[in-house]
């Protein structure tokens, strides 16, 4: 990965745009998990003891371009920042078209990016308004590196330097280390309701992995494939064919997506319902799977143990009714023990491990959802490669 990084540089003085990803949750204007804030702070931190004149902005949530609201204002995430630093931190609003000025060793929120006419679109114009306020850009959200913006693209293409911030690239290092050259066996867990979503990501790790472990509602579409009832389940029975089709071809290198052999059942989806233990080869028509039985969960958990690599995206089971979570809770402690280089991505991902409490023993915790996704295919992200052409055209 060839990009220059934000520490390569000398900031004394200068002014430094940072587009991080602190996209967090909001209620009644406090931040209610503030994670991305926390990695973020990393890359503030080094921009402000090295003297430089910092700028951060993010986007929050999905507002309309050109209208302010209270509701999609950064203030609650300056605030936030604030506490952090122990000074007082100002939210500037008509960031683009105003002028302001920032002390050296001073930092500044620039107000939620997705406002500005012209950001989701990547216009030009846009992105040259924001290359004019920096010396030195710093593109440090991994979570948006899939979407060519005007603050994570454009920007990048005309700022005087361009460089990755520092979660940016441990995110990269991470995800080539556990995906480029990864230790063997490697193991992948994909889970999530529905098998179209995942789909492209499952066709190419199973070129990739070793194990395939597919959870959640992509179980049942795989449990339908190899011939089980799976009631009324959360099933794509389009996808079947697709589901026989990856099994065969692992197979045919010694490779495999394990099936559960018992699972945990409910009539319908609610908190209060009871859970059932049953045989993978018993589910009635009137049932719906909601969690691997205790059996299934012991072979993943062996599987996890003797691996190189493991590779976690999405529970394996309702994991947010205590009755359904006896799965993930056993795959959460075998991430946590087992001694591969263990990598976790996505929002339900992240809960899980909140909730089993192994945040500190997973090896790369990544806070990106639809970036995490989109590597694990093979895709080039747009917000790397323009990292990687100005690093280039500085060195030529």
């Not at 990695?39 to 309309?64: D, F, W």
């Not at 556990?178 to 063997?184: E, F, G």
């Not at 009631?231 to 089709?245: F, Q």
């Amino acid at each position: 990965m060839s990009v220059i990084k934000v520490t390569d540089l000398d900031l004394k003085g200068k002014r430094v745009f940072i587009r991080a990803d602190l996209n967090v949750p909001v209620k009644e204007g406090k931040v209610t998990s503030d994670a991305r804030i926390a990695a973020s702070m990393a890359t503030i931190n080094y921009c402000l003891q090295q003297g430089a004149k910092v700028m951060v902005t993010s986007h929050l949530g999905r507002p309309e371009e050109g209208v302010w609201s209270e509701e999609n204002s950064l203030k609650p995430v300056a605030d936030n920042i604030a506490a952090r630093l122990g000074k007082p931190v100002r939210l500037i609003k008509d960031w683009v078209e105003d002028d302001f000025e920032i002390a050296d060793g001073e930092l500044v929120v620039l107000e939620n990016c997705r406002i500005n006419k012209g950001e989701k679109k990547n216009l030009d114009e846009t992105a040259r308004k924001y290359a004019q306020l920096c010396d030195v850009f710093v593109m440090d959200a991994f979570g948006t590196a899939h979407r060519a913006e005007a603050s994570t693209y454009g920007i990048a293409k005309y700022a005087p330097v361009a460089c990755a911030g520092i979660l940016l690239t441990e995110e990269l290092e991470a995800l080539t280390k556990a995906l480029l050259n990864p230790a063997r066996p490697m193991i992948a867990i994909v889970g999530g309701s529905k098998v179209s979503t995942k789909l492209t990501v499952l066709e190419s790790l199973s070129e990739k992995v070793d194990q395939l472990v597919v959870g959640g509602g992509i179980a049942n579409t795989f449990l339908n494939a190899a011939g089980k009832n799976v009631g009324k389940s959360l099933c794509e029975d389009d996808l079947v064919p697709t589901a026989k089709m990856l099994m065969d071809k692992m197979a045919k290198r010694n490779a495999r997506i394990p099936i559960a052999v018992d699972v945990v059942v409910g009539k319908k989806f609610d908190a209060n319902e009871p859970a059932i233990l049953k045989d993978a080869d018993s589910v009635s028509d009137d049932e719906m799977i909601f969690d691997i039985g205790p059996k299934s969960a012991q072979e993943l958990a062996d599987i996890i143990m003797k691996a190189g690599t493991v590779v976690w995206n999405g529970p394996v089971g309702v994991f947010e009714f205590d009755q359904f979570g006896a799965g993930t809770r056993t795959v959460a402690m075998a991430i946590a023990e087992t001694k591969a280089f263990t990598l976790a991505g996505g929002g339900d991902t992240i809960a899980a491990i909140q909730k089993y409490d192994i945040y500190d023993k997973v090896s790369y915790i990544s806070t990106a959802g639809g970036a995490f996704l989109e590597f694990l295919e093979g895709k080039k992200l747009p917000a790397v490669e323009i990292l990687e052409q100005r690093a280039g055209e500085k060195r030529s």
